[in-house]
């Protein structure tokens, strides 16, 4: 059997090594492309990152409305009710989760989540509704305080829970249905759906968006969410 040294030393005496070394490395250099490529359930779980950072404005403003409703702005509550709207209930889950991925899901071990994760769906798109109303003034009315911070703890509580099992349940599962070409080919797809929708990189317009949001509320500090020592 003949070894790569034995190989190497081969085409080092015929003066090849460096041509043939030419040859292959546009071809190694699309191979650490490719693999840097984000594949489209890793797509899926980044976006879920977004719409986590929404629920964590959610929860943290959800107790300032309790105690100090008029420090919060609600123009940046309004536009993170909006970015959810758009970016999470008219793309991420009409285009993607209800169009493509549930369809496939039912046809597997899963099945039993997806009426769940419809009526969450539905759910989460009334409570936004009334979020986009409550938030639409220059201040949030003395009235809609309490059912606001109720609405916020609900919402974040329910999809806390409904993206981690699609996380870990949902986004598996379709997976395991699909062949390697299928899933190459709706990993593409979705990006034209996201161009389509967006004009672009509806992704990283997200980040920007949400990090805007956070620096409004006074959230961008990661440092300050740090626990506490404890004994």
């Given at each position: 059997m003949t070894s790569t040294n034995d190989t190497r030393r081969r085409l080092v005496s015929m003066g090849l090594l460096g041509t043939v070394g030419a040859a292959l490395a546009p071809l190694a250099g699309c191979s650490d492309t490719d693999a840097k490529?984000?594949?489209?359930?890793?797509?899926?779980?980044?976006?879920?990152g977004i719409l986590r950072r929404i629920l964590l404005v959610y929860a943290e403003s959800s107790a300032k409305l309790r105690t100090d409703s008029a420090s919060l702005d609600a123009t940046a509550l309004n536009k993170a009710a909006r970015l959810f709207h758009d970016f999470g209930e008219e793309y991420h889950e009409r285009?993607?989760?209800?169009?493509?991925?549930?369809?496939?899901?039912?046809q597997g071990p899963a099945a039993a989540y997806v009426d769940v994760l419809l009526a969450?769906?539905?759910?989460?798109?009334?409570i936004t509704q009334f979020i986009l109303g409550a938030t639409a003034g220059a201040k949030i009315a003395a009235g809609d305080a309490e059912p606001l911070s109720r609405a916020f703890e609900s919402f974040v509580r329910m999809y806390q829970n409904h993206?981690?099992?699609e996380d870990?349940?949902?986004f598996p599962a379709w997976k395991d249905v699909l062949s390697g070409h299928e899933l190459e080919e709706l990993g593409e797809k979705f990006e034209d759906i996201e161009k389509t929708q967006f004009g672009g990189d509806g992704f990283e317009d997200a980040v920007r968006q949400i990090g805007g949001i956070e620096?409004?509320?006074?959230?961008?500090d990661l440092a300050q969410f740090t626990a506490p020592r404890f004994p």
């Amino acid at each position: 059997m003949t070894s790569t040294n034995d190989t190497r030393r081969r085409l080092v005496s015929m003066g090849l090594l460096g041509t043939v070394g030419a040859a292959l490395a546009p071809l190694a250099g699309c191979s650490d492309t490719d693999a840097k490529e984000v594949g489209a359930v890793e797509d899926l779980m980044r976006e879920h990152g977004i719409l986590r950072r929404i629920l964590l404005v959610y929860a943290e403003s959800s107790a300032k409305l309790r105690t100090d409703s008029a420090s919060l702005d609600a123009t940046a509550l309004n536009k993170a009710a909006r970015l959810f709207h758009d970016f999470g209930e008219e793309y991420h889950e009409r285009k993607l989760e209800e169009g493509y991925i549930f369809p496939k899901v039912r046809q597997g071990p899963a099945a039993a989540y997806v009426d769940v994760l419809l009526a969450q769906h539905r759910r989460g798109r009334e409570i936004t509704q009334f979020i986009l109303g409550a938030t639409a003034g220059a201040k949030i009315a003395a009235g809609d305080a309490e059912p606001l911070s109720r609405a916020f703890e609900s919402f974040v509580r329910m999809y806390q829970n409904h993206t981690a099992r699609e996380d870990t349940i949902i986004f598996p599962a379709w997976k395991d249905v699909l062949s390697g070409h299928e899933l190459e080919e709706l990993g593409e797809k979705f990006e034209d759906i996201e161009k389509t929708q967006f004009g672009g990189d509806g992704f990283e317009d997200a980040v920007r968006q949400i990090g805007g949001i956070e620096q409004s509320l006074g959230f961008a500090d990661l440092a300050q969410f740090t626990a506490p020592r404890f004994p």
